[in-house]
């Protein structure tokens, strides 16, 4: 979808959020959103990393973002939980909301934003100082949950979502670091979820993981869509095809294409999406 | 061509044994000063090391054995109240250098530090003589033991400073996305991270002002007997070193090599410590 309706930055918010939400593909039913980004532009500092894109996203839904490196499909996907505030100098256009609620409202706190929009990233970060089951509750420990069998609770819950328990349940005390590559990353999704997000945006979480690894990984995205609304930004476009329902192809900081994956991989409107799908360039 | 290239080699090897050589030779002259040192206090202060050494106060000139015990317990005070002052603003302020402030302010602050870790010790006892010595018209342990925090501040703030940069960014980044806060996340991720790191920094800092005398020389001023308040002059054992070294007695120079091994084993010590420290198996950070 490109929105053609341009919102100026003169317009108030209000207005902006009262505007209906365009679903993403006219043909269908609209699904209910999740997230509906509006003209969003992000620069560092001088550079423009990401102009005027305007993505809606659905619930329960697997939405990946496609493109070729530099193209900012990772600013893009840190817009959605302001991770990409972290870089000093960044400045942002355009609005983001989160079930109707704007994440860039003046009274929001980035910390609660991301309490409900979770993150995983490319390389998988466990805590070296902590042990697995620490590094499961370390979010909840840290924004004052101190009851014991609740963390336990938590604990066993979110590792079991991440399908890790059974590999790790006698082995909490041990360090996080001591796993292998695609079992840290499944213990980065068991700490993401343990925190209860409503949404997981994953950074490119395979990149760095083996087939198999990568394999079991696709699979856990796919079960938890089913209570998360999931956002992946992948190289890999196999990948996007295996998982996603829908897919954004970005190109030089633009949205080209977006709509259902099925359409993208095989019916795509754009020719630059055809010529990248096709591995004519990227 | 070929004979050429052969006579090349053979003076390229010459060349590079010549250079591994000369190398070789400084690294044994850097460590040979550590041996002549520990060979020499050994030598002169062994015999003098005994439980009286450790266990009573010294004696008037003249009169047998007496020992070092006020002097060694004062240096144990001056460091605690240095490492009061030196340890939370060196470490905080590594910390700030580290994760706050911008660019540009880093960089001045981080000049200053640098300027200061340069400025001559004796420079900071004539500093802390005038603001606290002449303030409150005395020596006392406390103005020792600020001179000597002073000079800890700069040391520990750049250390600090170096191991919480060596935190890869993908754990901020990892607490952050979990809805933790900034202060948090700095204080349970990154400093726990880089714990090793900064007690390692807070060690040596320790072990460098433990040797301090000038500093101490118009602040603590040194005591012959127990101090009895922290605002009354203090004995320590690099002061009390000096004052037997410079005496005309022969069992007071003899108590001073004693004292000298004594405070190099002690630094000995705390450097073994930073090495077990660092050595450690899963050590993420230095």
């Given at each position: 979808m490109v929105n053609v309706i341009m919102t100026t930055p003169e317009q108030s918010v209000t207005e902006r959020i009262e505007r209906p939400a365009q679903?993403?593909?006219?043909?269908?039913?609209?699904?209910?959103?999740?997230?509906?980004?509006?003209?969003?532009?992000i620069w560092y500092g001088e550079k423009r990393a990401i102009?005027?894109?305007?993505?809606?996203?659905?619930?329960?839904?697997?939405?990946?973002?496609?493109?070729?490196?530099?193209?900012?499909?990772?600013?893009?996907?840190?817009?959605?939980?302001?991770?990409h505030e972290l870089v000093p100098k960044t400045r942002m256009d355009g609005t983001v909301l989160l079930h109707g609620e704007d994440l860039y409202s003046k009274t929001v706190d980035p910390a609660i934003v991301r309490r409900r929009v979770g993150m995983i990233f490319q390389k998988s970060n466990p805590f070296p100082t902590m042990t697995i089951g620490e590094n499961v509750v370390v979010g909840l420990r840290l924004n004052g949950v101190r009851n014991q069998k609740f963390l336990n609770e938590r604990l066993e819950k979110s590792l079991r979502m991440a399908a890790l328990w059974d590999e790790v349940k006698d082995d909490l005390h041990k360090p996080g670091t001591s796993l292998s590559g695609g079992q840290q990353q499944r213990l980065c999704i068991a700490r993401s979820l343990a925190v209860e997000p409503e949404v997981i945006l994953m950074d490119e979480p395979c990149s760095a993981l083996d087939p198999i690894a990568t394999a079991k990984i696709e699979e856990l995205i796919h079960e938890l869509k089913a209570k998360y609304t999931i956002v992946t930004v992948t190289h890999n476009m196999q990948q996007a095809g295996r998982i996603s329902d829908y897919t954004a192809f970005m190109y030089l900081g633009r949205l080209i294409e977006f709509g259902p994956t099925t359409k993208i991989f095989t019916n795509p409107t754009e020719k630059q999406t055809e010529d990248y799908i096709t591995g004519r360039f990227g | 061509m070929h004979l050429e290239r052969a006579h090349n080699h053979n003076w390229r090897k010459i060349k590079s044994a010549l250079a591994s050589g000369i190398a070789f030779v400084s690294a044994v002259l850097v460590i040979t000063p550590l041996g002549l040192v520990f060979f020499h206090l050994v030598i002169n202060g062994a015999s003098s090391v005994n439980w009286d050494f450790f266990t009573k106060l010294p004696a008037p000139v003249?009169?047998?054995?007496?020992?070092?015990?006020?002097?060694?317990?004062?240096?144990?005070?001056?460091?605690?109240?240095?490492?009061v002052i030196g340890i939370p603003i060196g470490v905080l302020g590594g910390v700030y250098l580290a994760e706050?402030?911008?660019?540009?302010?880093?960089?001045v602050l981080r000049f200053l530090a640098d300027v200061l870790n340069g400025v001559p010790s004796i420079t900071w006892g004539v500093v802390v003589y005038g603001l606290v010595v002449l303030r409150f018209k005395g020596f006392s342990a406390y103005a020792g033991g600020l001179a000597l925090g002073l000079i800890m501040i700069p040391l520990i703030l750049r250390t600090t400073e170096e191991v919480v940069l060596l935190v890869p960014n993908g754990y901020r980044e990892a607490a952050l996305a979990l809805g933790v806060s900034r202060w948090k996340t700095i204080v349970h991720i990154v400093m726990k991270t880089a714990s090793r790191g900064i007690i390692t920094g807070i060690l040596l800092a320790l072990a460098r002002i433990g040797g301090e005398t000038a500093p101490l020389l118009f602040t603590a001023f040194g005591n012959r007997f127990w101090n009895h308040s922290l605002s009354e002059p203090i004995a320590a054992l690099p002061?009390?070193?000096?004052?037997?070294?410079?005496?005309?007695?022969?069992?007071?120079?003899?108590?001073?090599?004693?004292?000298?091994?004594?405070l190099v084993t002690g630094i000995f010590c705390v450097n073994v410590l930073v090495r077990i420290l660092t050595r450690g198996r899963g050590a993420p950070v230095v």
């Open positions: 679903p993403p593909v006219s043909a269908e039913p609209a699904p209910k959103l999740t997230f509906e980004a509006k003209n969003v532009s102009e005027n894109v305007s993505l809606d996203i659905a619930s329960n839904a697997v939405t990946a973002i496609i493109g070729p490196s530099g193209c900012g499909k990772s600013t893009f996907l840190r817009a959605l939980n302001r991770m | 003249g009169a047998v054995g007496g020992g070092m015990v006020n002097a060694i317990v004062g240096s144990l005070q001056l460091l605690a109240l240095a490492g706050y402030g911008s660019a540009r302010l880093n960089s002061l009390q070193i000096f004052t037997y070294a410079i005496s005309p007695y022969d069992d007071w120079h003899r108590q001073a090599w004693a004292g000298a091994l004594v």
